[in-house]
T-cell receptor, first 112, second 114 residues
Framework: GESVGLHLPTLSVQEGDNSIINCAYSNSASDYFIWYKQESGKGPQFIIDIRSNMDKRQGQRVTVLLNKTVKHLSLQIAATQPGDSAVYFCAENSEYGNKLVFGAGTILRVKS | GAVVSQHPSWVICKSGTSVKIECRSLDFQATTMFWYRQFPKQSLMLMATSNEGSKATYEQGVEKDKFLINHASLTLSTLTVTSAHPEDSSFYIC??????????FGQGTRLTVV
């Protein structure tokens, strides 16, 4: 389940289950969104991106959904594996290549 | 994907000294580099945007005289934390973008000021 408080929210899932990580973005002018995975002590790693003219994009085991009406982004991970355990951030920007604004992040814990 | 390298990956320094962190794009020309700071269990906060050959643009609340940024070439940007104090201890991350490319991140630098 999820927990929200002073710390990053945590999503705990069983290995093999699907994970859904949510993100609310702030700028209605943002037209490019990215999901990053960050493992402890490392920099963010690109997972998948989506432009505002799309509402869904699929990668390998991952799908990003964009709902511009409510400014909501989600990352779905199929058949979650222990190696997926990390902190996941969404990021938005309003111009390709310009500065990114990061969301708060969600800790994903995969139980074996 | 493209490679961005940060050096050092970790550093411990005494309070009052200065520390320089390097960010290099190894296989592309980075027209813009960004510096972020990340405290434990928090998100990445943008500190400044650096364009090659021009002065960096700092985010509100970031002291430009304390965090000196130099972007002298298309493959190198440096962040110098001057007169470091324990509250400057953090994880510093750079990212780099080229013309019409996504942002590539370095592996981060863990700074501990004692």
């Amino acid at each position: 389940g999820e927990s929200v408080g002073l710390h990053l929210p945590t999503l705990s899932v069983q290995e093999g289950d699907n994970s859904i990580i949510n993100c609310a973005y702030s700028n209605s002018a943002s037209d490019y969104f990215i999901w990053y995975k960050q493992e402890s002590g490392k920099g963010p790693q690109f997972i998948i991106d989506i432009r505002s003219n799309m509402d869904k994009r699929q990668g390998q085991r991952v799908t990003v959904l964009l709902n511009k009406t409510v400014k909501h982004l989600s990352l779905q991970i199929a058949a979650t594996q222990p190696g997926d355990s990390a902190v996941y951030f969404c990021a938005e920007n309003s111009e390709y290549g310009n500065k990114l604004v990061f969301g708060a992040g969600t800790i994903l814990r995969v139980k074996s | 994907g493209a490679v961005v390298s940060q050096h050092p990956s970790w550093v411990i320094c005494k309070s009052g000294t200065s520390v320089k962190i390097e960010c290099r794009s190894l296989d592309f020309q980075a027209t813009t580099m960004f510096w972020y700071r990340q405290f434990p269990k928090q998100s990445l906060m943008l500190m400044a945007t650096s364009n090659e050959g021009s002065k960096a643009t700092y985010e509100q609340g970031v002291e430009k005289d304390k965090f000196l940024i130099n972007h002298a070439s298309l493959t190198l940007s440096t962040l110098t934390v001057t007169s470091a104090h324990p509250e400057d201890s953090s994880f510093y991350i750079c990212s780099a973008t080229g013309m019409n490319t996504e942002a590539f991140f370095g592996q981060g630098t863990r700074l501990t000021v004692v």
